[in-house]
């Protein structure tokens, strides 16, 4: 699957995950609304469970918030450990930003909370104002798809990624009661048991599955939030890329199923499939639409019924509490998140990926503000009054949509102005840079060819000898930089640039060298794995380090910036060529190109004198 198949894929899913908490929201409203007292009692019901003895009791509200928000906390967890193993915030370059974002964001607000709520008795509920809800700022991105640039989206999530993490924290270690010492022996061994299961390399998700209920049974009658349990048997669970080794083992299996096909033989390939793929990834797939059509919505249909009459609005809004949450969900994520990239370049830890404006971190900052499942899971754990719980929820409701309404005017102006702004030519978004780019010749060369391309498609071997010409034609007056285009097609692996990145890692000239071996190979078909890897060896790179550095993803990253580069300006055919540094549109012809650098060049032409 191309990768903007997947993008669209993944842009459906997010919308479809929002409306579903949209509509369960309005349902829960409405129940709450057109029958009051059947709502509070249905979610009140109590629900046991015994065995034997032992008897587990709560009431069907405490099991959605306690029982089922784990699965929740549980599937964040899980996108948080390979998002720091593996993912954007592998990298601290690319996390930094972000993790300051996220800090501010949660920091400002709830100063700005305690601030406004400092003579009330609800100064401690600050926890519901730290929170943004990922899957309604994601929804609300996918209903502008294509028009966002690709870098807001994954600043945003990495945001809400870091996000979640502090109001995971925030809920085990400040809205914790009463905690009783031998429950919280029991979980810390039961802890114990999973992180040696992990060490042993036990790949059945089955056996982390039943340690993760004794987990949350001990963290639960502990008095510590059930949340906890979810977050720490996360982290504990391993996550890797598949290793090529094991692929391979899986591909035998699966051959030796196809000859024979017997109970014995297709369990084996089935287990080696399943060993060679890291349970993270498993349980991220299972769990994936299980939280976001059925968890998630749930939990909004048993928190979000508030009754709303002119006497619950009246008293909500001249309650200090609610103000505090609209005020701080609003203002304090603006103020926060607006701060946080200044902040950054002072302590020179990062910067905002290029491409994105003043404009784009408005419209982040203010789709931030929306903090809904988290911010009202804190209610019932900050607040006990039932009048005070009621002002929050509305609190919590109108800062959310405030926030919703406001950042999806900021991003449709942004999207307008985008547009409306585009230059006739297109223009690189990252300025080449020596120390990032691959460059052959001076990077103070007066001329500066960029190509976005891939590898053994139609015209990558046909560009490869017009570049060539031109470098010829120029010599050290011309500079030439190759980056990264999405492959389109199914000439190349997916992770060709990945394999060319890792070698380059050992010694930039084998990028060039394998680059050409690669379009070498590519004249006689399609590339594969193997090829790729024969031209990394036949160029002198150690395969060892260039397999490992593949299998952990260690340039994925750096891939991925070319990637989003190449969105962002719209890029769709291999090649594309810069011309300092704006797009070429004429043919795929060394005497055109030719043509076109000459045009730009600032000092005469000796050649043509």
Known sequence: MTRSNRIRRMIASDAAGAIALVMATAVALLWANLAPAGYDAFWHTPVSI??????????????????????FFFLVSLEVKKEFVLGELHDWRHASVSVLMAAFGMLVPALLFVLITWNSPYAAAWGVVISTDTAFVLGLL???????????????????????????????????????????????????????AQRMRVWR??????????????????????????????????????????VGRTEDLAQGFRRSPTAAKGKAAAEGILSSISVNDRLQLQLARTVTYVVVPLFALANAGVRITPESLAHAFGSVLAWGIVVSLVGGKLIGILVAPRVARLLRVGAVPPGLKGRHLLSAALLSGIGFTISLLIVNLAIDDPVAQADARIGVLTGSILAAVLGAVALGLTTRFDAAHRPERTELTRPVDPDRDHVLGSPDAPLVLVEYGTFGEYDDLAAEDVVANVRERFGDDLAFVFRYLAPGSDFAPERTPEALEAASAQDPALFWAMRTELNRLSERGPLDDQQVLQAAAAVGASLPRLEEDLRRSTFHNRVDEDFQDADAMGLTTAPTFFVNGVAYAGPLQAGALIAALSAVRPVPDREAS
């Open 50 to 71: 015994a065995v034997g003895d032992a008897r587990l009791e709560l009431s069907l509200l405490h099991w959605i918030n306690d029982g089922v928000m784990t699965i």
């Open 142 to 196: 996918a209903v502008f798809g294509r028009l966002v640039p690709p870098q807001l989206r994954v600043l945003l999530l990495a945001l809400a990624v870091v996000d979640d993490i502090g109001a995971i924290l925030v809920i085990a270690f400040v809205y914790t009661d009463a905690v009783d010492l031998g429950w919280v022996a029991a979980a810390l061994c039961v802890t114990a048991v999973v992180y040696a």
């Open 205 to 246: 998700g089955t056996v982390y599955v039943g340690l993760g209920i004794l987990l949350w049974v001990a963290v639960v009658s502990s008095g510590i939030h059930a949340s906890i349990a979810g977050v720490v048997l996360a982290l504990l669970l391993p996550v890797f890329p598949p290793h090529r080794e094991h």
